[in-house]
């Protein structure tokens, strides 16, 4: 007996992946504050990313220590990002 594992949509993911570049070009042409535009552009790359994580590079099919793995380095570009956060905002 042999189990599968369940199968990507592919075209589907790539279909989103497609929206989403769309929708973070669109929100550069958004009108008003620009830190709603750099949210909307960062939060749609956000999306992207996790996307093509689970489904192309197959993170939705490994074990809990791979996400670790993968995530560590995330918390640390966010902790120095907003380690430096300061810096940037009061240098003048």
């Not at 550069?28 to 749609?44: D, K, M, Q, Y």
């Not at 791979?66 to 940037?88: C, E, H, M, S």
């Amino acid at each position: 007996m042999t189990t599968h594992a369940p199968r990507s949509n592919y075209v589907a993911i790539w279909v989103w992946l497609v929206l989403l570049m769309a929708a973070g070009v669109a929100a550069s042409f958004l009108p008003g504050a620009r830190a709603l535009a750099v949210t909307a552009i960062f939060a749609t790359a956000a999306a992207k990313a996790l996307l093509v994580a689970l489904h192309y590079m197959h993170l939705k099919l490994e074990p809990w220590v791979i996400y670790a793995i993968a995530l560590i380095p995330v918390a640390l570009v966010a902790i120095l990002a907003l380690t430096l956060l300061p810096d940037f905002s009061f240098h003048h």
